[in-house]
């Protein structure tokens, strides 16, 4: 399979990192009640935490390992696309160097948070002519499509993009069950 190379804000992976994981978490409160019993409420999910470990290899592996940790630096949150993931609003968290640098083979990890202030980007993603995934702006009123991927309803799309539940279903009168949405299938969200 050929994923298309991860990015974030203006910087390019010159080949994507080696593992991924995606820590999903969510806020239980425990409050104690009369004779040793307890009571928990579920105050909902958190952030994204989306994890990876990579490496630069050539003779300009550290300079890109730099070329990387000056995005680090950059303030406030960028467009995280990436290959398997859904894009997503987030922070560039932690940058590790796992070992010594040398000028030819850089290690490091990274983590991204997730920043949950609605999915409202200018930004979509168009099939270049070698099948990479290019960004390109397109206006704020132009409608929007998110293209269904396992385990979504139309539920969790709603949130991911901040959008009403029925105004996503308003949105798209092609779905006639709401309940029953196809992997692949093209949903307007705005």
Request: proline share 6%.
């Amino acid at each position: 399979m050929n994923l298309s190379a991860m990015r974030y804000k203006d910087y390019v992976w010159p080949y994507n990192p080696r593992t991924y994981t995606i820590d999903y978490q969510r806020v239980i409160s425990v409050k104690k009640v009369p004779f040793g019993r307890y009571a928990l409420q579920d105050l909902g999910p958190t952030r994204r935490i989306m994890r990876g470990e990579g490496e630069f290899v050539g003779e300009n592996a550290y300079e890109e390992f730099k070329k990387l940790a000056s995005v680090f630096y950059g303030e406030g949150p960028g467009m995280l696309v990436h290959p398997v993931w859904q894009c997503a609003s987030a922070y560039f968290a932690e940058l590790s160097l796992r070992q010594e640098p040398r000028k030819d083979y850089v290690a490091y990890s990274f983590a991204f948070w997730e920043d949950y202030t609605g999915h409202v980007t200018g930004l979509t993603a168009v099939a270049g002519p070698s099948g990479t995934v290019q960004t390109d702006t397109v206006p704020d009123d132009a409608p929007r499509y998110h293209t269904v991927i396992k385990g979504e309803s139309l539920w969790s799309i709603a949130v991911d993009y901040g959008v009403d539940l029925n105004a996503l279903i308003a949105l798209n009168p092609q779905i006639k069950n709401p309940n029953l949405i196809q992997v692949g299938e093209k949903v307007r969200v705005q």
